[in-house]
């Protein structure tokens, strides 16, 4: 053990006997306040009576602390809890933006292949099993119709929204 420890162990046991053998009478006496002498101020006229301190009377602890004696957390206590958290921000409130117009679904055919037959266009177009021969004016399953084909592209029109698509059918051959 060091020199450190050795003082640290006397004062453990000097505050220990302290302890023990230490004086147990209560303290029955009670301080009074001393009055104390008050300085006449250098530039006050003589006329001017001497202030008196002031001893202020002691609140009852139900006015400090609330009738039930609860300082630490009740309403109206000493140490109420503080909510630091700032308030969300106001949003104005407005109408919703309007729905985006439909649209027409992309176009569910895969371009096979053209030929041209009595001088007019036809395209052969493919949707999951089926195969189609189109020509200009052709309605396909009552959802499209084929207004034009003039290559490289060829317009249809999507009969329920009225909406014309086109879809790239190559060149001249």
């Known amino acids: 053990m060091t020199l450190r420890h050795y003082l640290m ?3 453990v046991l000097v505050a220990g006997a302290l302890l023990l053998f230490g004086e147990r009478q ?23 009576p001497a202030a008196q301190p002031a001893i202020l009377v002691l609140l009852p602890r139900s006015e400090v602390a609330g009738e039930d004696g609860d300082t630490f957390g009740g309403a109206g206590s000493v140490f109420q809890s503080q909510n630091w958290t700032p308030p969300p921000p106001k949003m104005a409130l407005t109408a919703a933006p309007p729905a985006p117009a439909p649209m027409a679904p992309p176009l569910p055919f895969v371009y096979l292949g053209k030929a041209a037959s009595d001088g007019a266009w036809e395209v052969f177009l493919s ?4 195969t189609y021969i189109v020509r200009a004016s052709t309605v396909i ?11 490289p592209v ?9 909406q014309v698509q ?4 190559g060149v001249l051959e």
């Open 9 to 11: 162990l006397a004062g």
């Open 26 to 48: 209560p303290v029955i006496e009670v301080a009074e306040a001393v009055e104390r002498a008050v300085a006449p101020a250098r530039h006050t006229s003589a006329k001017a």
């Open 127 to 130: 949707r999951a099993d089926k």
């Open 141 to 151: 399953d009552g959802a499209y119709k084929v207004v034009t084909i003039a290559p």
């Open 154 to 162: 060829m317009t249809l029109t999507y009969l329920p929204l009225n």
């Open 166 to 169: 086109q879809l790239n059918i």
